[in-house]
């Protein structure tokens, strides 16, 4: 892990701590009370372009144009967490498909997407110490570079937060903040060989074109970087196309970088430049305890100094199962089937247990089909007799790291990758 080269911490609000106000208004919020609440730009996403007249809607208001339709822009069975900005997560049993539909990944959003997201006109600024800055159309993108299509996972850092006890702060994610979709694009580490990376570059800063939720023109949502060697690994894409259509407004139309294997607020989205830095960036959510964990184990609840935080750079081993569904009710045998992935690493072995541990049996385990992309797993698995059964799966990684059954404790409710439980009723 990377420290923050003692930065001096930049005051900045929070956009997830004010997510956090607007939590328990709703427990599971209606489309109707999420529409009055949503900014315009979001209802200018969901009508497909802009709204010119948008300061002259009613309040709470919700356009003719969206009746019948689902208030995430065409995303199925995702688990509203909050609206303002827009969170919302995947149920397991949704995310059975070996590649991730558009539909069915993940949004995580710091502040309000932007209006504007005609690939036509946008452009991508490469700055900073470069021998060469450059700004490019997306067309530029794809004439000056190889385009590659790859199968990419992305986690939230946060993604398993509500099972900390005592509760973390932020976005209650459970299982469903993580996707493995296909991204077409072009390699970051080309674009950045041909900007000509200086000799004391040490770390990438990325932009995006969303904006603060207090609406503050000077403040940015997110602005995160990596070390500028992870920068020239070759599966890091800047990407124009998901699944082989154009970029969800949810998910980053229409460029995002995909950063798989480290928490996915790297991967910008609604890119509009990338910066090279000879320190480590100090952009919004790179200071401070955002996306950072304690230096050494701390007790539940224990205060921990600023200083004493670290970066989050490798996401851990983890698994999931994505058949059956939890709570299901099932014949005396069934397949059982999921995901699993290591960061930077790739999964040597994926194991289940249907007896609370005592004893584990070997899944079948694919490869990766590229670099960065989740492994699918399946089992058959035969019970003794009827009752209620939990089905356990635990990842190994190619280091011999495996899945815990409980991770010790961290303020901002990072990492969590216990092993995933799915209760079941054998008949």
């Not at 701590?17 to 730009?41: H, Q, S, V, Y």
């Not at 011999?400 to 404790?409: L, N, S, Y």
Request: aromatic share 8%; with cysteine.
């Amino acid at each position: 892990m990377a420290t923050d080269n003692n930065n001096t911490e930049i005051q900045r609000v929070d956009a997830e701590d004010l997510a956090n106000e607007t939590m328990g208004r709703e427990e599971n919020p209606g489309r109707r009370g999420f529409l009055k609440r949503t900014g315009l730009a979001t209802m200018a996403a969901m009508v497909g372009t802009n709204i010119p007249f948008g300061a002259n809607m009613p309040v709470g208001m919700v356009p003719a144009a969206l009746a019948g339709q689902d208030v995430l822009g065409g995303k199925d069975g995702l688990t509203l967490l909050n609206d303002r900005p827009v969170n919302a997560e995947t149920p397991p049993e949704l995310l059975d498909d070996a590649i991730t539909p558009i539909s069915r990944h993940f949004i995580r959003n710091n502040g309000i997407i932007p209006e504007d997201m005609n690939p036509d006109t946008w452009t991508l600024t490469i700055d900073g110490f470069v021998d060469n800055p450059m700004e490019l159309s997306i067309a530029d993108l794809r004439e000056q570079f190889e385009v590659v299509t790859m199968a990419l996972a992305l986690e939230c850092g946060g993604n398993g937060r509500s099972f900390f006890d005592p509760p973390a702060r932020g976005n209650q994610w459970t299982y469903g903040a993580v996707a493995c979709s296909e991204w077409t694009g072009v390699r970051l580490k080309d674009v950045l060989e041909k900007a000509g990376v200086q000799s004391n570059v040490i770390y990438t800063a990325h932009y995006g074109a969303d904006t603060h939720l207090s609406g503050d023109p000077t403040k940015l949502p997110l602005s995160r970087g990596v070390p500028i060697a992870k920068a020239m690994t070759d599966n890091i894409l800047i990407a124009f196309e998901m699944n082989g259509e154009p970029l969800h407004p949810m998910n980053g139309a229409p460029l995002r970088l995909v950063v798989p294997g480290w928490p996915a607020s790297t991967a910008q989205k609604w890119l509009n430049r990338i910066q090279l830095r000879d320190v480590v960036h100090d952009g919004a959510k790179m200071t401070g305890k955002a996306y950072r964990v304690p230096n050494r184990k701390v007790s539940p609840g224990e205060e921990v100094a600023t200083e004493d935080f670290v970066i989050i750079e490798r996401m851990p081993v983890k698994s999931l199962v994505t058949f059956p569904a939890n709570g299901a009710e099932i014949g005396m045998e069934t397949e059982v089937r999921g995901h699993a992935w290591a960061g930077d690493r790739t999964v040597e072995k994926l194991d289940i247990s249907i007896d609370f541990g005592a004893t584990w049996q070997p899944a079948e385990l694919d490869a990766p089909v590229n670099s960065g992309a989740w492994q699918n797993w399946r089992a058959s698995v035969s019970f003794p007799q009827a009752g209620y059964y939990e089905v356990w799966a635990r990842a190994t990684d190619n280091d011999g790291v495996m899945q815990p059954f409980a991770i010790d404790w961290n303020p901002k409710g990072y990492l969590n990758n216990t092993m995933h439980r799915v209760g079941l009723r054998v008949s």
